[in-house]
Nanobody, 122 residues
Framework: QLQLVESGGGLVQPGGSLRLSCAAS????????IGWFRQAPGKEHEGVAC????????IYADSVKGRFTISRENAKNTVYLQMNSLKPEDTAVYYC???????????????WGQGTQVTVSS
């Protein structure tokens, strides 16, 4: 079964940092673009960042540019999302998913993980 598993979420104070991980099982990530999406309570899913199979291009939502960095380590079959300068509005469940190329359309992505909760609060 092709599956992605997110981890690394938690409670952090405003201005703090977290690193999320997205690990694959049942397939190798190296030929896929991997995207991170998030959903806050009562809001639609929002694309956060995406990294292409070749690492270029990477794309970011305007709301996270300069604060979040997506990277991949194919040897570990894992994609990371480093989140710095976190804000309360970053609070959401974060999901990763795979696609043939980076884009912001959820229906183009598959193998969704179960999500990891990120809460930014003092």
């Amino acid at each position: 079964q092709l599956q992605l598993v997110e981890s690394g979420g938690g409670l952090v104070q405003p201005g703090g940092s977290l690193r999320l991980s997205c690990a694959a099982s049942g397939f190798t990530l190296d030929t896929y673009a991997i995207g991170w999406f998030r959903q806050a309570p009562g809001k639609e899913h929002e694309g956060v960042a995406c990294i292409s199979a070749s690492r270029i291009p990477t794309i970011y939502a305007d709301s996270v540019k300069g604060r979040f960095t997506i990277s991949r380590e194919n040897a570990k079959n894992t994609v990371y999302l480093q989140m710095n300068s976190l804000k309360p509005e970053d609070t959401a469940v974060y999901y990763c998913a795979a696609a043939s190329r980076c884009n912001w359309y959820r229906h183009n992505f598959g193998s969704w993980g179960q999500g990891t909760q990120v809460t930014v609060s003092s």
